[in-house]
């Protein structure tokens, strides 16, 4: 009988209709297996994966270690917790809701969507990362120097120096030698720490920056119009919704739920243009990556590149990949990405039905796996890089 080696091991194939093919000769000799469990290969050789052991009885879900300071996150049941991995005990951040979450860390701070919002950590506390807009001021006469006509009034609430989107405008009509009087909004937001009104000088125009007040206040009396100054810069925004991925890419933060992906604006992280700062995509999206030239978004039976570097200039490439497992995206470093970096750039892989794909920077696929593998399918995934290999858990 003619004897088979069967090293140097090359991984798995499941696809090759006959299993000569599982054999592959020349400078560079290999063979795939149809299958392998349990076992690691690397440099052509198989090793028995080491076992897993339960670290906890504690139903923790969507565990996710910050890059930042190595703090490691999870759901329990409705809650948001943190996790201390050395006796797998936890401390309750915020009620997020059931469902899955997905993490991102944004300017120090840790960020999280769930069902119930967005949410931020500082290190040591967890609140809502977007602020509500105020309802409209009412606004009534009183005794003052101000022209006859009309006068428009809105408010923002001030969290720090992050400040919410506009009210709805208020219009009050002046009398002659007359004034205002605006009673603020109630605040139901614990986080608020203030106030700050825009008018718009006699007889309309646009929105000008007027005084601050304290969370405290709660009527304002204008006898004349206070020194005005830069238009207002979230007129018509709306908080940053939530949703079932986050990305950041050039300054927006990007958030997809169903088909719809939306933007923030550039360096306002919290607040969302409801009218231009979004795409709505063919099918429900399954990952958000983004990269320097543009976005892959994983949509359910292939994957697109949204190339650009603005919403408004976003060119829709579909891609011939197969379908990829929602969820299961991770950034490659450029010494892990390899060709697919183009530099030193960093790169995103994901699995799909046909194995691991990589998206380069540019908007390029390489699919290393997709002539020997077919037929994996999850509901979702999740992919972390260790030691120089991608490993994903499906469920």
Do not use: C
Request: charge should be neutral.
């Amino acid at each position: 009988m003619k004897s088979i080696p069967i090293a140097p091991l090359a991984g798995i194939d499941n696809f090759s209709p006959r299993d000569d093919a599982l054999q592959v000769g020349g400078n560079e000799p290999r063979v795939y297996l149809r299958e392998a469990n349990n076992v690691t290969i690397e440099n052509g050789r198989a090793s028995m994966r080491k076992g897993l052991r339960p670290v906890t009885s504690t139903p923790y879900a969507d565990l996710w270690q910050s890059p930042l300071h190595g703090d490691t996150f999870a759901r329990l049941g409705a809650q948001w917790v943190k996790v201390n991995t050395a006796d797998w005990s936890h401390e309750v951040l915020a009620e997020v809701g059931e469902g899955a979450l997905s993490h991102l860390v944004l300017n120090g701070m840790v960020l999280v969507a769930g069902h119930a919002g967005i949410f931020q950590y500082n290190g040591s506390t967890a609140q809502p990362f977007t602020i509500s807009a105020p309802a409209a001021p009412v606004v009534t006469a009183s005794a003052g120097s101000l022209e006859a006509g009309d006068y428009g009034v809105a408010v923002a609430w001030l969290r720090g120096t992050l400040e919410s989107p506009l009210s709805p405008m208020t219009t009050h009509t002046a009398a002659a030698s007359g004034g205002m009087q605006v009673l603020l909004p109630a605040v139901f937001d614990p986080t608020v720490t203030g106030v700050r009104m825009y008018l718009t000088r006699h007889n309309g125009g646009e929105l000008l920056r007027g005084e601050d007040y304290p969370v405290s206040a709660t009527m304002v009396n204008l006898p004349t119009l206070p020194k005005l100054g830069a238009p207002a810069q979230f007129h018509r925004m709306e908080p940053v919704p939530t949703g079932q991925y986050l990305g950041l890419w050039r300054g927006r933060l990007v958030v997809a739920q169903g088909r719809t992906l939306r933007f923030s604006e550039a360096m306002a992280y919290h607040v969302h243009d409801p009218r231009h700062g979004f795409v709505q995509m063919p099918q429900r999206i399954t990952f958000v990556a983004p990269v320097d030239g543009g976005l892959w978004v994983g949509q359910v039976d292939h994957v697109v590149f949204l190339r650009g570097t603005a919403p408004q200039e976003l060119a829709f490439e579909r891609k011939t990949s197969r379908a990829p497992v929602p969820g299961s995206t991770v950034v490659l470093a450029s010494d892990e990405a390899g060709e697919a970096s183009g530099g030193a750039r960093a790169a995103v892989a994901w699995l799909s039905s046909a194995g691991f794909a990589m998206g380069t920077p540019d908007g390029g696929i390489i699919e290393p796996q997709a002539q020997r593998l077919r037929a994996i399918s999850a509901t979702a995934g999740s992919t972390v890089v260790q030691h120089h290999r991608l490993t994903t858990a499906l469920r």
